[in-house]
């Protein structure tokens, strides 16, 4: 039988449409205003998006379960959307996202770790690791932000020159994999 594109009604939702109505759910009756957060909720929702989207792109080149990618990219900020701050974000985002993977029920504890260790770890993104999902929620992270405009100054003024050239070479890195100009890492 054919599953009907639905375009995320009914109760017929995969595992990862669940999620994915949930975080938009969190979002849009946030009673946390834009004033209160450190990104708006209009930022969160295209970069959550984004992030998503790259994500499946990634996992498809690299030969990665997809549903486990897009979760984790979908997550990663996770923190962020329920507290609007990014201190220590990917850690205590990790936890939040472990109490909603859990609550659905439908995960495993093996891809429930998967899923939260790639967002503990995505704002490490001067370390490489061998962990293939950690690696990917990092890249799609840094490659979703630099196609905004004046990601550059963005990240120049707010990263120190290290962690900056850091994330350039990241983007560089993604942008090579995906057959794109690899010569400017961020738009500006």
């Avoid at 938009?24 to 957060?37: A, G």
């Avoid at 959550?48 to 997550?75: D, F, H, P, V, Y």
């Avoid at 990790?94 to 659905?104: K, S, W």
């Avoid at 704002?123 to 990917?136: A, C, D, F, G, W």
């Amino acid at each position: 039988m054919v599953k009907d594109f639905q375009h995320f009604k009914g109760n017929d939702l995969s595992r990862s449409e669940k999620i994915q109505r949930k975080v938009v759910d969190l979002l849009l009756e946030s009673k946390l205003p834009d004033s209160k957060r450190e990104s708006s909720i209009v930022w969160e929702l295209k970069h959550s998006s984004g992030c998503l989207q790259i994500g499946r792109i990634l996992a498809q080149k690299r030969n990665l379960n997809m549903e486990i990618a897009e979760l984790a990219c979908l997550l990663h900020d996770i923190y962020v959307i329920v507290e609007g701050k990014y201190e220590e974000h990917g850690k205590r985002g990790a936890e939040i996202a472990r109490n909603m993977l859990e609550e659905f029920g439908d995960f495993t504890s093996e891809e429930i770790s998967i899923i939260t260790e790639a967002i503990a770890h995505h704002s490490e993104k001067q370390i490489h690791s061998n962990k293939p999902y950690v690696e990917l929620v990092k890249d799609a992270d840094v490659f979703d932000c630099s196609l905004y405009e004046n990601a550059k100054g963005g990240y120049s003024l707010h990263k120190p020159k290290e962690i900056y050239e850091g994330y350039a070479k990241r983007t560089m890195k993604v942008r090579k994999e995906l057959g794109l100009n690899e010569e400017e890492a961020f738009r500006e």
